[in-house]
Structure formats: C-alpha cells, structure tokens
C-alpha cells in the first residue's frame, strides 16, 4: 500500500503481435502517458517492462507508486498459432477417443482439394488420446459405473508418454460431472502437480465435440500461461511493481491473474476483446452507449457491437476456423486493413485482399522493398497522407513510388491513378459494411440507431464513409485511438460468469426448480467475485438463458429475472417470441419454448480512472489537395490539439497514432469528454 | 449506360453477402436436425431472366440445382405474372426439384413495380410424409410413395397465404410443427434477400444492379475459360458402379461418362449410364448437373465467384429415361449416392489429364440413415436423420483427410449427445476405422465405424449405404479403400450382415453396427516415407501388420526398423515386379 498523500498510479498493458501498448495513469488526476514499444516475441515480459518503466518516467513516478496492473496479452493465442502449448493427453469415454479428430465432419472450403485436417488433431494425436470405461445417458444416469483399474492403466499410459497436461471430456458430463471428477482424482493421485482440465467445469454445455476442442484448448494452454505469469509477476517484483495482477478475459471482464490463469481458455483472445472494451468505455466518456467499434490495423479490421455499453458477448467464435466455445466478445473480422494489395484477376476484375504486404515489405510507399500497391498507398495518392506521414514523423512515405503503382493499376482499369485509389478504398469500405451490416442487421439491430467508434491507427480514415453507407450520423474517435486496448483495460469491470446446461421446457418448468439452479450457480459465481476482493453491495448480477424454439438448434439469449416466480416464467416466453422475431425476423408464439441453458454474469466496476492525457502535437497546420468524390480539394490540415471547436470538412485532422479523415459535408470538433465527434452527413 | 469496374467490384460484394445473410437465417432458425446440424439448405439470388447470380451453398449438392427449379417456376409464373410480396413453391423433381424433402421457395424482388431480381433458397424438410419416416424410403418403386409431391404453386398472392395449400402440407407430413416451422425460416430468408436487394437497387438503381449482374456473368464465364484452356484437349472416358438400386439386390448400377475438352469448351457425356432403375436412386437432371458443376468448380479456380457464367462453357448430354435422366414415375429419394458416383466417374475420368492435382477416390457416399419412431419414455414421435462419412482420397502431395465430408456432401454429423436426447438411442462407439485408407505414398483417409443399440420398440431406419460391393478406386499404384458394411446385432444373439440399401426395424437392445469407406491411395505404397507409417502405427491408424504386407516398413517397439524395413521393400518391389 502506498503512502497516504501518495501518488498512486494504475497501469494498463496491451501485448499485441509488434508493439505493446503501455498507460500509466495517475489514479486521483486522470493524467497519464502512453508509450508504444515493440513487442519481444522470445520474453514478452522484457517488453512489457521496457514499455511499463518508460512510461512510468514520462510521468516522473516510480514503480513503488503502481498500485493497479491490468493486463490484455496475446500469448495464449501465440501458443495456438505457432504450436508451442503443452503435451496434452486427453481421456474420453471408451469408443469415443475420435470425438476430437472426427469433428463436426464439415469441411470449411467446398471446391478446394488441398485443404489442411479440419479439426485441431494437434492438441491431442490419436495415441495421446485414451478410452476409460464408463458411461452416463443422456439425462446424467450412470449406465456403466467407472471402471477405475481400467481408467488408471489409461493414466499410466499417458504420463509414459509424457504429457504436461491432461484433458478430460466425456460423454454427458455437462449432466454429471461425477466420473470427469473422479478421473481428476485418479490422475492427481497418479502425478500429483498434474495439470488438469475436465469439461464440466470448463464448458459444461452438450454436444460433445465443441466442449472436447475448449477443454483441450484450455489443458493446451494451462502450463504456457502459468509460466508466463510467473515470470511476469517476477519481473514485475524485480522491478519494483509488487501489486496483484489483473487479467482480461475474452468476454470483455478482467480478472486476477489466479483466476485467470485456473482458466487459460478465458484468456485466449484477451488482446482483441480490450479493444471493444476500450472503445464502448470512450463513447460512455460522450454518453453514448449503443455503438459500433471499428478497429482497422495492418491486415486486417475489427467490428465489435456495444449495446447499452456493453460490449454484446458471443459463445459461437473460434480460432483458426476451430470452434471455441467460450464467451467471447462477438467480433467480426475481415481480411483487409491498411496493407491489404490491389490486384487484378484474370478477366480484369479489380480485387483487393486478402493478401496483405503486412509490416514486411509493407506498402510500397513505406520504402521496405514492398511493390505491390496496398490501401495505405492509395491514402497517399488521395492526398491524405503525406510524406512525412505515421507515427509521428518516424516513418517518411515515398509519394511518388506510391503514385506510380496507381498508374499502372488505373491505366489497367483505364482510370486516373486517383480514381483507381478511390476505387481500392471504396472496395475495402464497403466490405467493412457489408461486414457491420451482418454483424448488425444480421443480429436484429439497426445500424442507423448506433454510433461508429474509430480505433487502431487506420480506424479514422475509414469511419467518415463507412458511417456514410450504413446511415449512420455521428463517429467518436477517442483521444489516443491507436492505444484504446491498453486504456479499456483500465475501464473495464471484474467479471466473472457461470453457464450450465438445463434443457428444461419453459412451459412444464417449476419455478422454484429453476429458481434454485439460478441460485447455485449465482453462489459459485459470487464465491469467485469474493475472491476478487468485490465488495457485495457493488456487484451486480444478470441472469439470462439461452432459449429455443423445442427441436431447435441454435438459441437466442434472453435475459431473465432475478428472482423466478410463476408470472416470470410465463413471462419469459413472450420476451423470448419478441427476441426471436428481432434476431430472426419471424416469431411461432404458439411452438413451446426451451431454456437450453442457464447463466449468471456478475460484474463490478472499481474505481474509475480516466485517462486525461495530453495529445502531443505533431505539425503546425498547413493546406494541400486531397481527393474526394471525383475531384480534388484544398484541404486544410491541423493538428488535433488546436482542434478546438467544430470544423467543416473537407479537412485532415492529425496525431501521432492516427490520421483523421473529414469529407466535404461532415464536421468535426470535441464534446468535453476527450472525444472528437464527426458529424456525418 | 455503363459501370465501373470499382462499383462493379462493390456489387458483387454485396450480393454474396446478401446471399450470405439468408443462409445464416436458414441455418439458425431451423428446426430440424437435418438442417440445423447437417447444414442441409442453401439460399441464392437470381436475375429476372432467371439466371443465378449469387449463392451461398452449405453443400454444393445444391449447386446449380436451383437453376432447373427456378426455370421450372417461372414457365409456370412467367416474371410478368408476379407482384410482390409473392411466394412460389416446388419440390416436384419432374418438375426442376431434386426429391421431396428439398423444398424450393421463390419470391421477386420489386422496386418501382418492376421485378429486378429473384430471391430463392432451399431447405431439405425432415418430413414430408410417404411410406416412411424422414421420407426416404428405400424400398420405393414410384415417386408417389416418397411423400407429397408438390408442383410449382404460388404459396402466397399479394401477401395472402394460401391456406389449401398449407393445410395439404400439415395433414400429410408426421410433424407438422416442425416443417411449418423451417417453412418459416425459409419465407425469412427470402424476405433477407427481398430486403437486402431492394437496398442495393435503391442505392446504384435497377439499370447499373442489372448490368452489374451480366458484368458478373461474363467475368466468371471468363474466368472458367482461362482455367479450362489449362486442361490439355482431348476425349476422357471412365466407368464406375452402384451396389444395387435397394430393389433389385446385387445388380449393379453403370454410370459411365466421356469429358470432351476442346479448348475452352466442355463436353460431358453420360451416355452408356444405366438406364433408370426400380429403386429410388435415380437423378432428374438437376440433381445430375449438381454433380458436373461440382466437379467443374473443383478443376477450375476455386476461387472464381461462383455463378451461371462459370456453367456456360459446358454442354451435357443425358440419355432419356435413364439413372441421370429419369422420367415419372421414377423413385429418387435417395439420388445422391448416384450424384456421387457420377463424380467420382468424372473425377476419374479427368485424373489422367491433372495428375498432379486430382486425387484417388474419395469415400463415394457413405452411410445415410433415418430414423423414427415413438419415444417409449415421452410418448412423443421423433424423426432424426445422420449424413455419414468417410475417407478422402488421397492427393498427390497429402493424404486424404481421415472421416471427412467429401464431393458434393458438406453435412455436419449429429453430435452423440445430440441424437441421445432426440432419439431412444444409445451410441456404442463411434471412432474411426483402422486399416481402411487406401495404401500408397499418400494413404486415403480413414472411413468411420459407430454402433446404435435402440432403446425401445419400432424404431424405422431407412439405412443408404453404397460401397459394399466396390472400393474407393487409388490412383497411380495407390491401392483402394476399404470397402462398406453393416450388421444387425439382434438382442438374442442373431447377426445379419445387410445390403447397402434396405428400410430396417429395431427393437429394444438391437444394435445396428456400420463401417465406412476409406479414401483411395495415390502413389507406390512402397515409396511412402517410412517414418510416415510408423506414425500411422502408433496412432492405431495403421496395424503393424498392414505396415509390413502393404507399405514394407517393419515397425520395433514403436520404432522404425531399418535394415528389416529396406530389405523387405527389396523383396516386395521383385515379387510385384515379378508378378506384372
């Protein structure tokens, strides 16, 4: 604890692939300093304390006075994509040791032969795989009680291979857990220091294959994400920063490391999940709470949908096309950003993506060896971006290369090289509507009822016109949009959540029944949020169940009451006939009703910090033509510090980390909050 | 009037996205197992004339089978004849439909009274009655047991439904709910689609939407072309074989085809095809180009935007009244092990001009089964279907996947949990088969073995196997995959070992126990990389013994052996030698 009348100072750390981003705030004043560094793939935690001590001294405090650490990491995705997570063994019921490499059957591409195994087989190979003997129905009964000299020679077997982590999935688990457990004994008792994940607890959802991939997942990662702890927490103690570890979860809630490394799978697409966070928190600063966050970086662009500012949670994502059945914060993704290429197909199409130039040889107006013409360089023909261009000067653009390559591709196309520029941006901004369209509308929500939220540093060059196309008026651009991850972070609530399987009809359901389930599942979760240090008047509770139409598949989520009672109940299908008909435009009022399953999130906000930092400037303002809707325009130039009331467009705003775009019509000025907001027509 | 290629780029975009947004809402409100986990439905945008611009296909048996059904709609409506918010319906495989259960669904897109473009999908109904549950019987001899055959009739006039209609469909299907309900999901999807076009016009206007849908035609129409001029010219001739149709047992079924390639043009002849046969297998034609569409996709560019244009270039010649080309009253019910084999007969036939990139033979329709019946604890009557699956084909430079979704079948399997809660059925084991992928430098996926023991009486299962009969053909040395069967275990003891194709019944503690085909080999099993077999023989995916017999590698103690393994290749390369 630091001193009373001391400076305290919270710090929040966003590992992304190349750079970590760092913020150090001081708590009482909202000032702080945002420093971005490179990401050290070999010891990720050498570059988060290079960036953490830099930011630190920027402000002229000292590690002693960090009393908050939260941090967003990438590296359980890294262990995925470079395949360097545990020896995993995985048990399953005897027969059934396939579930994993079997899959769902699909393949994800129909007409291409040379496609790669479609399930992850690389987490468990079929000899790390081993049936025990035993087996429930399909309501939890025991048919066959555990077999357990047969189960401790399937164990034995595993360990003489040499596994560092074991997975447990068996068949109806999420009905009974009582084998999955007993297993967990045999293994601890077998090697005791095992590292152990069974799926009722990580997943206790039917259908056997989904919940077989994230309990894997989550045994894959389990030792990587320890170590990395471990380390970090030592690098931090060695460095002065002794305070507890805060981690971000996937679904958008942060939680201390303990808990989060007890369940690795939450934090497997922590990075990304920060970035909705950090922009839903910025439009709370202007009050606006309905938004959709529009994160564009180098290959490829975000879209996440905030609702009533929350950020709207998924449990259908995955990674590599494999499915993880976690909450995740519902992002889309598509494959084009900055360095995304124009080319030409062979019956003189005009394509752009999904390859992309990336950071190497990166666009070819970066002058790294990259000749192939990018969206970045068509910034540069239309004027937007200048040649002493990103990052605050770091960088100076090659014009001309840039505009060379867009002759070549417009006389190709036989169009100026600035109208074949605007044709790669506009190809690209409407893929990013198109992607929000069914991102939204897709999802029942009418796009031209939210705000757009401009992150990442291409975030505010796009926003103006992809706004534009789905009719939506106003885009807030925060004041440091490229480091928006590291400051979510800092904004968002402890959380944590319970899901359990049901499957009971709404319509031949006891109230108290259900009621009693809610409450078990409500006590494991505040058991958690105790841990948490979350005082209980200020946590706050949502129930909701995901129901369906009985012999449905997929479910709607849909909230329900804190305490269950006939009428709530009967209520409940009406809410859900209503949720049904919004998400999928058709209702069946008279078809019963399923709660499929049942879950309780509980969140708690600590103490606010606002960030309040002062935006550097970058150049003094100045005049040049920029390209917009066919013609060119004198376009006058400023910095976002002297942005100081609203301004009509045609205008480019500066700051280090992004480039704003203002077309002709639309306006833009700051709110009082930090925010920029652009009004577009 | 003229568009550039800029907005060109940008509708085209936007109409696979359109397509995309029906097929999700297709997907997600279903409520029938066959849909919502085999994913068997698929929505699609046609221009006025008819011609198909866009689809979103989960499968791609459903590729290009629109094409036939919505020409089939629009003799009958001529465009002229619609108003909006019309709704026309099909399934009549004489009449553009594939089989009953596939049930197509129409409805024009209007802007300023003028019809633009068409909004279609396709949903595979769980029911629509006949002499079995799930209405694919196999032991139908006329379409008039399939279930309800439906011409093409407008579902709505203006808005109105029409009720004689619905109520048809509701009195003669077993689960009314159920189809009334994915018939909903179906009116969603075409109203997406409605919406979503009717946006796109009101953006760039009906003119520059219309060139920009011809624009598409042509460019992918191109495009065929430049990847067709790659295949060397020339006249390619194969045959392969069908069991039986179920009716006539052990009589097997020919399906021959001669691919001319003449620059950028194609022919694809399937005279000397069996002519049509008593049992449900028989193709109407759009069931049969699925099959030639699929293939020319796959030995083009796979990544050309899929639409009528890339079909223009081919020609197809289909004999009268035969197994491809059936007249009424044919059975064809179960006309997809037919669509299999008419692509694994083209695929076959071109090997030899694309060595380096077709593989051996993939599994060639493994197991379909339906299943009814009563609950015995619930009372309630349940239909539940199951799309199985086998071993890819080996590719030149990569084994075939093990158990795995191949050809014009994209479904998802029926998770175990999932059929225990729908179905009185307990799953024994489902795992994959060993030994059954065809040896050669690259091995042929492994197929799938599983049991299903009923847990109560009456339990109708119409059981769709091929393959028992035939293998997995390798290809360049590689040897065949392991051909199909199945067995009845009865609750006394009895074993009856059955045809590929029969409606069976269960009774309690009955199992039904199934083996699926593994894909074919590609190349000299006694070149693969030794190192390769002994992963497969400690994966249990290879036995030790067919390590030795088939590949030559001797495998100690979980370890490559290799003086032993050297030796016997010598030997096993002399004896071949000395045998050929």
């Given at each position: 604890?630091?001193?009373h009348g001391?400076?305290?100072?919270?710090?929040?750390?966003?590992?992304?692939?190349?750079?970590?981003?760092?913020?150090?705030?001081?708590?009482?004043?909202?000032?702080?300093?945002?420093?971005?560094?490179?990401?050290?793939?070999?010891?990720?935690?050498?570059?988060?304390?290079?960036?953490?001590?830099?930011?630190l001294e920027?402000?002229?405090?000292?590690?002693?006075?960090?009393?908050?650490?939260?941090?967003?990491?990438?590296?359980?995705?890294?262990?995925?994509?470079?395949?360097?997570?545990?020896?995993?063994?995985?048990?399953?019921?005897?027969?059934f040791?396939?579930?994993?490499?079997?899959?769902?059957?699909?393949?994800?591409?129909?007409?291409?032969?040379?496609i790669?195994?479609?399930?992850?087989?690389?987490?468990?190979p079929?000899?790390?795989?081993?049936?025990?003997?035993?087996?429930?129905?399909?309501?939890?009964?025991?048919?066959?009680?555990?077999?357990?000299?047969?189960?401790?020679?399937?164990?034995?077997?595993?360990i003489?291979?040499?596994?560092?982590?074991?997975a447990?999935?068996?068949?109806?688990?999420?009905?009974?857990?009582?084998?999955?457990?007993?297993?967990?004994?045999?293994?601890?008792?077998?090697?005791?220091?095992?590292r152990?994940s069974?799926?009722?607890?990580?997943?206790?959802?039917?259908?056997?294959?989904?919940?077989?991939v994230?309990?894997?997942?989550?045994?894959?990662?389990?030792?990587?994400?320890?170590?990395?702890?471990?380390?970090?927490?030592?690098t931090?103690?060695?460095?002065?920063?002794?305070?507890?570890?805060?981690?971000?979860?996937?679904?958008?809630?942060?939680?201390?490391?303990?808990?989060?490394?007890?369940?690795p799978?939450?934090?497997?697409?922590?990075?990304?999940?920060?970035?909705?966070?950090?922009?839903?928190?910025?439009?709370?600063?202007?009050?606006?709470?309905?938004?959709?966050?529009?994160?564009?970086g180098?290959?490829?662009?975000?879209?996440?949908?905030?609702?009533?500012?929350?950020?709207?949670?998924?449990?259908?994502?995955?990674?590599?096309?494999?499915?993880?059945?976690v909450p995740?914060?519902?992002l889309?993704?598509?494959?084009a950003g900055?360095?995304?290429?124009a080319?030409?197909?062979?019956?003189?199409?005009?394509?752009v993506?999904?390859r992309?130039?990336?950071a190497?040889?990166?666009?070819?107006?970066?002058?790294?060896?990259?000749?192939?013409?990018?969206?970045?360089?068509?910034?540069?023909v239309?004027?937007?971006?200048?040649?002493?261009?990103?990052?605050?000067g770091?960088?100076?653009?090659d014009?001309?290369?840039?505009?060379?390559?867009?002759?070549?591709?417009?006389?190709?196309?036989?169009?100026?090289?600035?109208?074949?520029?605007?044709?790669?941006?506009r190809?690209?901004?409407?893929?990013?509507?198109?992607?929000?369209?069914?991102?939204?509308?897709?999802?029942?929500?009418?796009p031209?009822?939210?705000?757009?939220?401009?992150?990442?540093?291409?975030?505010?060059?796009?926003?103006?016109?992809?706004?534009?196309?789905?009719g939506?008026?106003?885009?807030?651009?925060p004041?440091?949009?490229?480091?928006?991850?590291?400051?979510?972070?800092?904004?968002?609530?402890?959380?944590?959540?319970?899901?359990?399987?049901?499957?009971?009809?709404?319509?031949?359901?006891?109230?108290?029944?259900?009621?009693?389930?809610?409450?078990a599942?409500?006590?494991?979760?505040?058991?958690?949020?105790?841990?948490?240090?979350?005082?209980?008047?200020?946590?706050?509770?949502?129930?909701?169940?995901?129901?369906?139409?009985?012999?449905?598949?997929?479910?709607?989520?849909?909230?329900?009451?804190?305490?269950?009672?006939?009428?709530e109940?009967?209520?409940?299908?009406?809410?859900?006939?209503?949720?049904?008909?919004r998400?999928?435009g058709?209702?069946?009022?008279?078809?019963?009703?399923?709660?499929?399953?049942?879950?309780?999130?509980?969140?708690?906000?600590?103490?606010?910090t606002?960030?309040?930092?002062?935006?550097?400037?970058?150049?003094?303002?100045s005049?040049?033509?920029?390209?917009?809707?066919?013609?060119?325009?004198?376009?006058?130039?400023?910095?976002?510090?002297?942005?100081?009331?609203?301004?009509?467009?045609?205008?480019?705003?500066?700051?280090?980390?992004?480039?704003?775009?203002?077309?002709?019509?639309?306006?833009?000025?700051?709110?009082?909050?930090?925010?920029?907001?652009?009004?577009?027509? | 009037?003229?568009?550039?290629?800029?907005t060109?780029?940008?509708?085209?975009?936007?109409?696979?996205?359109?397509?995309?947004?029906?097929?999700?809402?297709?997907l997600?409100?279903s409520?029938?197992?066959?849909?919502?986990?085999?994913?068997?439905?698929?929505?699609?945008?046609?221009?006025?004339?008819?011609?198909?611009?866009?689809?979103?296909?989960?499968?791609?048996?459903?590729?290009?089978?629109?094409?036939?059904?919505v020409?089939?709609?629009?003799?009958?409506f001529?465009?002229?004849?619609?108003?909006?918010?019309?709704?026309?319906?099909?399934?009549?495989?004489?009449?553009?439909?594939?089989?009953?259960p596939?049930?197509?669904?129409?409805?024009?897109?209007?802007?300023?009274?003028?019809?633009?473009?068409?909004?279609?999908?396709?949903?595979?109904?769980?029911e629509?009655?006949?002499?079995?549950?799930?209405?694919?019987?196999m032991?139908a001899?006329?379409?008039f047991?399939?279930?309800?055959?439906?011409?093409?009739?407008?579902?709505?006039?203006?808005?109105?439904?029409?009720?004689?209609?619905?109520?048809?469909?509701?009195?003669?299907?077993?689960?009314?709910?159920?189809?009334?309900?994915?018939?909903?999901g179906?009116?969603?999807?075409?109203?997406?689609?409605?919406?979503?076009?009717?946006?796109?016009?009101?953006?760039?206007?009906?003119?520059?939407?219309?060139?920009?849908?011809?624009?598409l035609?042509?460019?992918?129409?191109?495009?065929?072309r430049?990847?067709?001029?790659?295949?060397?010219?020339g006249?390619?001739?194969?045959?392969?074989?069908?069991?039986?149709?179920?009716?006539?047992?052990?009589k097997?079924?020919?399906i021959?085809?001669?691919?001319?390639?003449?620059?950028s043009?194609?022919?694809?002849?399937l005279?000397?095809?069996?002519?049509?046969?008593?049992?449900?297998?028989?193709?109407?034609?759009?069931?049969?180009?699925?099959?030639?569409?699929?293939?020319?996709?796959?030995?083009?560019?796979p990544?050309?935007?899929?639409?009528?244009?890339?079909?223009r270039?081919?020609?197809?010649?289909?004999?009268?009244r035969?197994?491809?080309?059936?007249?009424?009253?044919?059975?064809?019910?179960?006309?997809?092990?037919?669509?299999?084999?008419i692509?694994?007969?083209?695929?076959?036939?071109?090997?030899?001009?694309?060595?380096?990139?077709?593989?051996?033979?993939?599994?060639?329709?493994?197991?379909?089964?339906?299943?009814?019946?009563?609950?015995?604890?619930?009372?309630?009557?349940?239909v539940?279907?199951?799309?199985?699956?086998?071993g890819?084909?080996?590719?030149?430079?990569?084994?075939?996947?093990?158990?795995?979704?191949?050809?014009?079948?994209?479904?998802?399997?029926?998770?175990?949990?999932?059929?225990?809660?729908?179905?009185?059925?307990?799953?024994?084991?489902?795992?994959?088969?060993?030994?059954?992928g065809?040896?050669?430098?690259?091995?042929?996926?492994l197929?799938?073995?599983?049991?299903l023991?009923?847990?109560?009486d009456?339990?109708?299962?119409?059981?769709?196997?091929e393959?028992?009969?035939?293998?997995?053909?390798?290809?360049?040395?590689?040897?065949?995959?392991?051909?199909?069967w199945?067995?009845?275990?009865?609750?006394?003891g009895?074993?009856?070992?059955?045809?590929?194709?029969l409606?069976?019944?269960?009774?309690?503690?009955?199992?039904?126990?199934?083996?699926?085909?593994?894909?074919?080999?590609?190349?000299?099993?006694?070149?693969?990389?030794?190192?390769?077999?002994?992963?497969?023989?400690?994966?249990?995916?290879?036995?030790?013994g067919?390590?030795?017999?088939?590949?030559?590698?001797?495998?100690?103690?979980?370890?490559?052996?290799?003086?032993?393994?050297?030796?016997?290749?010598?030997?096993?390369?002399?004896?071949?030698?000395?045998?050929?």
């Open positions: 604890m630091a001193d001391a400076i305290v100072i919270a710090v929040a750390v966003d590992v992304g692939g190349t750079f970590t981003d760092v913020v150090a705030v001081e708590t009482a004043t909202g000032h702080g300093h945002a420093i971005k560094v490179p990401t050290t793939p070999d010891r990720i935690s050498e570059g988060v304390m290079t960036g953490t001590l830099a930011a920027r402000g002229g405090t000292s590690p002693a006075s960090v009393e908050r650490f939260v941090h967003g990491t990438t590296v359980g995705t890294n262990a995925v994509l470079e395949r360097r997570g545990a020896r995993v063994g995985l048990l399953t019921t005897e027969g040791e396939d579930v994993l490499e079997i899959g769902r059957t699909k393949r994800r591409v129909l007409y291409d032969l040379n790669e195994t479609q399930t992850p087989v690389f987490l468990a079929r000899r790390r795989r081993r049936g025990v003997r035993e087996r429930l129905s399909a309501n939890g009964t025991i048919v066959v009680e555990l077999d357990e000299s047969h189960a401790k020679a399937a164990i034995d077997n595993l003489a291979q040499g596994v560092e982590a074991v447990i999935c068996l068949l109806h688990s999420y009905r009974n857990d009582v084998h999955e457990r007993r297993l967990r004994e045999l293994v601890l008792e077998r090697e005791p220091g095992m152990v069974i799926s009722s607890e990580v997943d206790p959802v039917f259908r056997e294959y989904e919940r077989t994230v309990t894997c997942f989550d045994a894959y990662l389990r030792p990587v994400v320890a170590s990395y702890l471990e380390d970090l927490a030592t931090l103690a060695s460095h002065g920063i002794v305070c507890p570890l805060q981690l971000m979860q996937s679904r958008g809630g942060i939680a201390s490391a303990e808990r989060g490394a007890a369940r799978i939450g934090l497997l697409l922590s990075g990304p999940a920060a970035g909705a966070v950090g922009g839903s928190r910025a439009a709370l600063r202007s009050r606006i709470g309905d938004v959709l966050t529009l994160d564009v180098g290959t490829s662009a975000d879209v996440a949908l905030v609702e009533d500012g929350q950020p709207v949670v998924t449990t259908e994502g995955g990674i590599e096309g494999f499915p993880l059945r995740l914060v519902d889309s993704t598509i494959g900055g360095g995304s290429i080319w030409l197909d062979d019956a003189g199409g005009l394509r993506g999904p992309s130039a990336g190497h040889p990166g666009p070819i107006c970066y002058r790294r060896g990259g000749n192939e013409p990018t969206v970045t360089d068509a910034f540069c239309l004027g937007y971006l200048a040649s002493d261009g990103l990052a605050g770091d960088l100076t653009l014009l001309d290369a840039a505009r060379a390559a867009f002759d070549r591709l417009g006389e190709a196309l036989a169009l100026g090289p600035e109208a074949a520029a605007d044709g790669v941006v190809v690209v901004t409407m893929r990013m509507v198109d992607q929000i369209r069914l991102a939204s509308v897709g999802r029942g929500y009418d031209r009822t939210f705000s757009l939220v401009a992150l990442g540093g291409a975030g505010s060059l796009f926003a103006g016109g992809v706004a534009r196309e789905l939506i008026s106003r885009v807030v651009i004041p440091v949009p490229g480091a928006l991850s590291a400051l979510g972070l800092l904004g968002a609530p402890v959380e944590h959540t319970m899901t359990e399987t049901v499957a009971m009809r709404a319509d031949a359901t006891e109230p108290a029944a259900l009621e009693s389930i809610y409450g599942l409500e006590n494991r979760v505040s058991e958690l949020m105790a841990l948490e240090g979350a005082p209980e008047g200020d946590v706050v509770t949502r129930r909701s169940a995901d129901a369906r139409y009985v012999g449905q598949g997929s479910t709607v989520e849909v909230p329900v009451a804190e305490t269950i009672d006939a009428a109940l009967a209520a409940f299908g009406s809410v859900f006939h209503a949720q049904h008909d998400v999928h058709h209702s069946q009022p008279a078809n019963p009703v399923e709660l499929l399953n049942a879950r309780v999130v509980q969140s708690w906000y600590p103490s606010q606002e960030f309040e930092s002062a935006v550097a400037p970058v150049s003094p303002g005049e040049r033509l920029a390209w917009f809707e066919g013609g060119a325009r004198s376009t006058r130039v400023v910095d976002r510090v002297e942005l100081d009331n609203e301004q009509s467009g045609p205008l480019i705003v500066r700051q280090p980390d992004t480039t704003i775009l203002v077309a002709p019509g639309d306006a833009i000025g700051p709110d009082g909050s930090g925010n920029l907001i652009m009004r577009v027509s | 009037m003229s568009i550039d290629p800029i060109l780029e940008v509708i085209r975009n936007r109409l696979e996205a359109i397509a995309d947004e029906m097929e999700l809402t297709l997600r409100t409520h029938s197992p066959i849909v919502r986990e085999a994913l068997d439905a698929s929505a699609a945008l046609f221009d006025a004339e008819g011609r198909q611009i866009a689809q979103a296909a989960a499968a791609p048996i459903h590729l290009g089978m629109l094409v036939p059904a020409a089939a709609l629009l003799e009958r001529p465009v002229e004849s619609m108003s909006a918010d019309d709704v026309y319906v099909l399934n009549d495989p004489f009449a553009g439909g594939a089989h009953l596939d049930l197509v669904m129409l409805t024009p897109v209007v802007v300023n009274e003028e019809i633009v473009a068409l909004s279609v999908c396709v949903t595979h109904h769980q629509i009655g006949g002499k079995a549950p799930g209405s694919t019987p032991g001899t006329e379409i047991q399939e279930g309800l055959r439906i011409p093409p009739l407008a579902l709505y006039r203006a808005g109105v439904p029409n009720q004689t209609l619905l109520d048809i469909l509701a009195a003669n299907v077993r689960i009314p709910d159920n189809v009334l309900g994915d018939l909903d179906q009116l969603a999807a075409c109203a997406m689609g409605r919406r979503g076009m009717t946006a796109l016009i009101e953006r760039y206007s009906a003119g520059v939407v219309r060139l920009a849908m011809a624009r035609l042509d460019r992918s129409e191109a495009l065929t430049v990847a067709l001029t790659d295949i060397p010219d006249t390619y001739h194969f045959v392969d074989w069908l069991d039986d149709d179920g009716i006539d047992v052990g097997p079924v020919r021959e085809v001669a691919i001319t390639i003449a620059g043009d194609l022919t694809v002849d005279s000397g095809s069996n002519s049509q046969v008593r049992g449900p297998i028989n193709c109407t034609p759009s069931s049969t180009l699925a099959a030639v569409y699929y293939v020319l996709r796959v030995v083009t560019d990544e050309i935007p899929t639409n009528a244009g890339c079909f270039p081919i020609r197809v010649v289909l004999p009268e035969s197994v491809v080309n059936a007249s009424p009253p044919a059975a064809v019910n179960a006309r997809a092990v037919v669509v299999r084999r692509v694994d007969a083209m695929l076959g036939a071109l090997a030899p001009a694309l060595p380096a990139r077709l593989p051996a033979a993939s599994s060639g329709h493994p197991l379909v089964l339906s299943i009814g019946g009563v609950d015995p604890t619930t009372g309630t009557t349940f539940t279907s199951d799309v199985g699956t086998g890819m084909g080996a590719r030149p430079t990569a084994d075939g996947i093990d158990a795995i979704q191949t050809d014009t079948s994209n479904a998802q399997n029926v998770p175990v949990e999932a059929l225990e809660l729908d179905a009185p059925i307990r799953v024994g084991w489902y795992r994959l088969r060993s030994d059954s065809g040896a050669g430098r690259w091995r042929g996926g197929g799938v073995e599983r049991s023991e009923a847990l109560g009456e339990l109708r299962v119409s059981h769709r196997g393959r028992h009969h035939s293998a997995p053909w390798g290809l360049w040395g590689g040897g065949p995959g392991a051909s199909a199945s067995r009845i275990c009865r609750a006394n009895q074993e009856e070992r059955l045809p590929s194709k409606d069976l019944t269960l009774a309690s503690g009955d199992r039904l126990e199934t083996w699926t085909t593994g894909g074919g080999g590609y190349g000299d099993p006694l070149v693969r990389d030794p190192q390769l077999v002994v992963e497969d023989v400690l994966d249990g995916k290879v036995s030790l067919s390590a030795a017999e088939l590949y030559g590698v001797v495998v100690e103690d979980g370890y490559l052996d290799e003086p032993a393994t050297a030796a016997l290749r010598a030997r096993l390369t002399k004896e071949r030698d000395l045998v050929s």
